[in-house]
């Protein structure tokens, strides 16, 4: 079956370092690939996707490219603010579900202190 | 934009007793999902649905019925709660046309079983 592993947290970085949360997949078909944030007592939210090998995903400074040689799509930012403080999820959408349901990775939760 | 609404936002109950949660979007979304959110576990699949009338079990549904008479409501119902079902759950919903479609959350019911 379908399965993301992301690399565990709490991760604690300093205003403006340089972020990544690693993340790798396993997948019978040929997933689309998503980071969702989910911030402090809030729903998840999209922050980015890619939908095919080499596709890069970004917003809000953060970006992730799809490597299908590695199955990985590690999520990236240069400088991380006070604000990106969140939990962050990895996961796909594989064809062989048929049903567009999301396989999540267990959560990585960002700390960033002043 | 209201999106996703979930009701209630907390409950907590008492073993053996029954409860709905209430989801309910505005989208005009076919696809409907439910979660459950666990410390340290990302989150998994209890049942979703692909429109009015059809739904399926996902990764983890004992304990757990839905329905789905409408397009935009999706509730979820606890017949026998077990602390077993201590968790948050969130509804999620998305347009489902393809699979690099986001999945839109909402904000989540805490739920306590004592």
């Known amino acids: 079956g379908d399965s993301v592993t992301q690399m565990e947290g709490p991760v604690t970085l300093s205003e403006e370092a340089f972020l990544t949360i690693n993340c790798t997949y396993t997948a019978t078909g040929y997933p689309s690939l998503f980071w969702y944030v989910q911030y402090p007592g809030e729903g998840l939210q999209l922050l980015l996707k890619?939908?095919?090998?080499?596709d890069k995903g970004s917003n809000k400074g953060f970006e992730a490219t799809y490597r299908k040689e590695t199955t990985s799509f590690h999520l990236e930012k240069g400088s991380v603010q006070v604000s990106d403080s969140a939990v962050y999820f990895c996961?796909?959408?594989?064809?062989?579900?048929?049903?567009?349901?999301?396989?999540f990775g267990k959560g990585t939760k960002l700390s960033v202190i002043p | 934009n209201a999106g996703v609404t979930q009701t209630p936002k907390f409950r907590i109950l008492k073993i053996g007793q029954s409860m709905t949660l209430q989801c309910a979007q505005d989208m005009n979304h076919n696809y409907m999902y439910w979660y459950r959110q666990d410390p340290g576990m990302g989150l998994k699949l209890i049942y979703y649905?692909?429109?009015?009338?059809?739904?399926d079990k996902g990764e983890v549904p004992n304990g757990y019925n839905v329905s789905r008479s409408t397009t935009e409501d999706f509730p979820l119902r606890l017949e026998l709660a077990a602390p077993s079902q201590t968790s948050v759950y969130f509804c999620?919903?998305?347009?489902?046309?393809?699979?690099?479609?986001?999945?839109?959350f909402g904000d989540g019911t805490r739920l306590s079983i004592l």
């Open positions: 890619a939908t095919k090998a080499d």
């Open positions: 999620a919903s998305s347009d489902g046309q393809g699979l690099n479609q986001p999945q839109h």
């Open positions: 996961a796909l959408s594989d064809t062989g579900a048929g049903s567009y349901q999301l396989t």
């Open positions: 649905s692909v429109g009015a009338g059809i739904t």
